[in-house]
């Protein structure tokens, strides 16, 4: 079984440091897990609609999507079925919004410094696509 999804990194360039959201879920063991925003493509979206639709109702921030940030793949197993998932992440700049957790799939929502994400952040992919940032920043801006 095939399944996509996008999401990515909203930043604050007016917030000093300039900064980023990140969301806090609870994994099957009880423990904070933290990562990108993110969710599944609803018939009729495109990737980037998905990205900032899902970034708005995990977080409550709203942007608009400056540049693509990678694809990550992977394989997981859910109720005896094999799942080959990618998530597309874009880079967004914050239009607006207030931190929220009124999404109940999200426990908490935090502001993190864009140079301190990548320690935040629990899967070790997502971090790997943060190593990518400043370069795909100093080409966007």
């Known amino acids: 079984m095939e399944e996509t999804s996008a999401g990515g990194l909203v930043i604050d360039f007016n917030r000093d440091p300039i900064s980023t959201v990140i969301i806090g879920r609870y994994d099957r063991r009880g423990r904070m897990v933290w990562s990108l925003p993110k969710g599944h493509i609803e018939p009729g979206e495109t990737r980037e609609q998905t990205a900032a639709r899902e970034i708005w109702e995990e977080t409550g921030i709203t942007g608009r999507v400056i540049g693509e940030l990678g694809s990550i793949d992977f394989t997981f197993v859910a ?3 094999r799942i080959h ?4 992440h874009f880079i967004l700049e914050r239009t607006g919004g207030e931190v929220n957790t009124d999404d109940v799939e999200v426990a908490d929502v935090a502001w ?3 140079s301190d994400v990548a320690a935040r952040l629990t899967y070790a992919d997502e971090r790997r696509l943060m190593e990518k940032v ?4 100093a080409e966007l801006r």
């Open 112 to 114: 993190v410094a864009l």
């Open 134 to 137: 400043p370069r795909l920043l």
């Open 85 to 88: 998932k990618t998530v597309h």
């Open 79 to 81: 109720d005896g079925r």
